[in-house]
């Protein structure tokens, strides 16, 4: 079974400021998907940034980036610029590359962000 | 042009009620799942059901109980409520591909129904 684990329960951030998350996963396999969610306060579930196990180039997605060291099985989210917007629970997830459907989601217990003005 | 949708988006009722969440999505995907969320906004995932078929059923109690009777619709109905099923449930869709497309296998969330059992 996979699991993840954020270390941190909450952080808070300078408005403009670089802020980075910490995951890290557990599996013994070797396809698979990590994946950074939102919940900002109105509680929808909004996707930040998908990576690719197989690929070693970092995804990016504007001033979203992350870190994924494989060996490691980190995956560290650094948000540049910070904007108040950003405030909101950030979860770390894994899912199985695998050629059924039906590829559950596994999350992290969740980062809590606080982007200060 | 909502994606993924959900109804009701708030659900209070008493123990013992039967109660149904109702989830569409027009993303014309294959794939549909419930997550459940608990007051510590742990996140796990329910079922899933691919074209009607269900494909998951991770340890949940008998009384819910999915039905999807097209592959853009996917009902939870939960039975004899107990008040350790307050939680915010969600629904999601992906598209299953071994394309490997910046879209393939991502799963999109609708607003969650936060269910409340008094």
């Known amino acids: 079974a996979q699991t993840v684990t954020q270390s941190q329960p909450e952080m808070s951030v300078q408005e403009a400021e670089t802020v980075t998350l910490s995951c890290t996963y557990d599996?013994?396999?070797?396809?698979?998907?990590l994946f950074w969610y939102k919940q900002p306060p109105s509680r929808q579930m909004i996707l930040v940034i998908r990576q690719e196990a197989y690929k070693q180039q970092n995804a990016t997605e504007n001033r979203f980036s992350v870190n994924f060291q494989k060996a490691a099985k980190s995956f560290s989210l650094k948000i540049s610029d910070s904007q108040l917007g950003d405030t909101a629970m950030y979860f770390c997830a894994f899912q199985l590359r695998i050629k059924a459907a039906g590829n559950k989601l596994t999350f992290g217990g969740g980062t809590r962000v606080l982007v200060k003005p | 042009d909502t994606a993924v949708s959900q109804t009701p988006k708030y659900l209070v009722t008493q123990m013992g009620n039967d109660k149904s969440i109702k989830c569409e999505q027009n993303?014309?995907?294959?794939?549909m799942y419930w997550y459940k969320q608990d007051s510590k906004k742990f996140l796990k995932i329910m079922f899933s059901y691919n074209n009607k078929e269900l494909i998951i059923n991770e340890t949940v109690p008998n009384r819910f109980s999915p039905k999807s009777p097209d592959k853009a619709h996917l009902n939870l109905h939960i039975n004899s409520l107990e008040l350790g099923d307050s939680a915010v449930y969600f629904c999601?869709?992906?598209?299953?591909?071994?394309?490997?497309?910046?879209?393939?296998?991502?799963?999109?969330f609708g607003p969650g129904t936060r269910l409340t059992v008094l």
């Open positions: 599996t013994s396999e070797s396809n698979y998907y």
């Open positions: 993303l014309g995907h294959d794939t």
């Open positions: 999601a869709s992906s598209q299953p591909g071994t394309s490997g497309g910046p879209r393939t296998d991502t799963q999109y």
